[in-house]
């Protein structure tokens, strides 16, 4: 390891820049090759003898077949610590690649911020990727266990700054991301899936509404099983790879009518050109239809197989016709209802052959059950009979099967039986794109589980709860923040087909090490293993440098 110094034409003539250099042994060249591991700057501006000094000292930290031969007994060298590198180091190149940093860069640079904003959102995104924690607890993450590039420490309310920042900008920003990682990945857009879940607020009472705004955090229909609490609704927007290309934060009482209004009205000012929209069941009102419908735009919905109070067939399951089976086994038939009026609407069904004989196994063994209890039932008379005749009758799941005579006799329901025989295994779809064919119609729609499965990964591997804000633009800046997070996780995992969980744990034992000499102080990587070097390699971002900065 030795001192080089190269001279470069500059406009004020030729510069002289110092580096650090080491030579090794190219085995497929077959000759020795330069490696230059740091770049200490321009030589008029540095003590090139100070650092040929620590350069002596430091060829003790390099494995003993890359370095010199060195004399000293090494008492001098301390080793004064450790941060967490490999997953701070990894976000931070999926970050730079996906272009998230320049994109904060340009929005930046007309402001005068005092603070680091951009290094500021990182390394709040990296803390929901990997250690998720308050904005307070951060201080001292940053501080002390996890090393991040030009961030040495942060205090937090420089972290709440740079989150008010975040908010102002999220338009532009979501706008650039999602075009920057659609192009750089090549992204299919011509299918959005978008759903909405609920995160809650244990707090008591809920927001109240001001003239300047409305309030945030609501009581409404949750989806965490808390309903006696507040909460706000926040939906995604998700390709068909599962990246998460936009989010929202709504009052926890907004309607799906609302939801998909905004929603609409978002994507189309994004100019995506052909968009059909994936919306589940939930979602499937005659308005939110004509809304899906607008400017040009289709969409994807599930409905329901029972209409009316009744339970009755919904009408495309009524109609005949052959089903053919798909390559991956699913049994589909189309069904156009209304004709060529303007009610007209054209369904997809499909039977999945599984379901099926799992949806009869498990009805006939209710039945099995059923017949059981209303014998046992007959062998009752007086008050004995009639209470267990009326448990019996409004059971949550016996109860389906069950009819009572003008007698009032119980018995098995044939009817209601061969009701549910005809809904085996079967589930129903709509559309108002007559381009698509039913094939991906039917794909698309399962497709929708790549949603749910954002909304887990959200709220059990980000941890987006607990929400430790109580202004409204914090918590929706808190969500921003976790999207990104999701954002760059899932890029990750689609592109290396490993989970976050697999690659963390990959990343975990690459570490920073600081090392202070007489002559100064170095921070020193350890070497990747094969398993990192693929990671780094297959997703194209930079390794880790074995010296990240020397200062003599």
């Known amino acids: 390891m030795y001192i080089r110094i190269v001279t470069s034409q500059t406009a004020k003539g030729p510069t002289e820049y110092v580096q650090l250099c080491h ?52 008492k001098d060298l301390n080793f004064a610590g450790s941060r967490q590198l490999g997953g701070t180091w990894f976000l931070d190149q999926m970050w730079k690649r996906l272009g998230i940093g320049h994109t904060l860069d340009k929005l930046i640079t007309d402001r005068e911020f005092a603070i680091p904003i951009e290094r500021l959102l990182f390394a709040m995104v990296a803390n929901r990727a990997l250690a998720p924690s308050s904005k307070l607890h951060m201080e001292h993450w940053v501080g002390n266990e996890a090393y991040i590039e030009n961030l040495p420490e942060v205090e937090v309310h420089q972290l709440y700054r740079a989150m008010d920042f975040l908010l102002e900008a999220s338009e532009k920003i979501q706008h650039d991301v999602f075009f920057s990682v659609a192009n750089l990945f090549n992204l299919e857009v011509d299918l959005l899936f978008v759903d909405t879940t609920t995160t809650y607020f244990e707090i008591e009472g809920e927001d109240e509404d001001t003239e300047e705004q409305e309030g945030l955090r609501k009581w409404g229909y949750g989806k965490d099983n808390h309903p006696e609490l507040a909460q706000v609704v926040i939906a995604f927007a998700v390709t068909r790879d599962g990246i998460p290309v936009r989010c929202w934060v709504w009052p926890g009482n907004t309607s799906d009518q609302n939801v998909v209004e905004e929603v609409k009205r978002d994507l189309n000012s994004w100019q995506l050109g052909r968009v ?261 390699t297959g997703l194209k971002l930079d390794k880790p440098p074995r010296f990240i900065h020397i200062k003599p």
């Open 276 to 536: 059909v929209m994936v919306q589940d069941t939930g979602f499937n009102s005659a308005g939110n239809r004509r809304i899906l419908q607008g400017a040009g735009g289709h969409y994807i919905i599930g409905e329901k197989l029972r209409l009316g109070p009744k339970g009755t067939l919904h009408e495309a399951l009524r109609q005949k016709g052959k089903y053919r089976t798909l390559e991956n086994g699913l049994e589909i038939k189309e069904s156009i209802v209304g004709g060529d009026s303007e009610a007209r609407r054209r369904y997809v069904i499909v039977r999945n052959p599984e379901e099926t004989l799992r949806d009869r196994k498990k009805r006939d063994d209710i039945l099995q059950e059923v017949e059981k209890r209303l014998s046992d039932l007959s062998q009752l008379d007086g008050k004995p009979h009639e209470k267990a005749a009326c448990a019996l009758r409004s059971h949550k799941v016996f109860g389906r099967y069950i009819r009572q005579t003008k007698t009032g006799k119980l018995k098995l329901n044939k009817a209601k039986i061969g009701l549910e025989e005809q809904l085996d295994g079967k589930y129903l779809i709509s559309t108002s794109d007559d381009g698509l064919s039913a094939e991906d119609v039917v794909l698309g729609y399962k497709q929708l589980a790549v949603v749910e499965r954002v909304f887990r990964d959200l709220k059990h591997l980000i941890d987006i709860r607990p929400v430790n804000h109580r202004l409204a633009d914090r918590i929706r800046s808190h969500v921003l923040l976790c999207w990104l997070a999701m954002l760059l996780v899932r890029v990750a995992e689609n592109k290396t087909q490993q989970t976050w969980f697999q690659m963390k744990k990959i990343l975990s034992t690459i570490q920073l090490g600081f090392f202070e000499l007489p002559e100064g102080q170095v921070y020193q990587s350890n070497s990747l293993s094969n398993a990192q070097k693929a990671l780094f």
């Open 23 to 74: 030579n090794y042994r190219d085995k497929k060249a077959k000759r020795s090759k330069t490696e230059v591991i740091y770049n200490f700057g321009r030589a008029d501006q540095l003590d090139v003898d100070a650092i040929r000094r620590l350069i002596k000292s430091l060829s003790r930290l390099l494995p003993e077949e890359e370095r010199e031969l060195y004399t000293g007994q090494g």
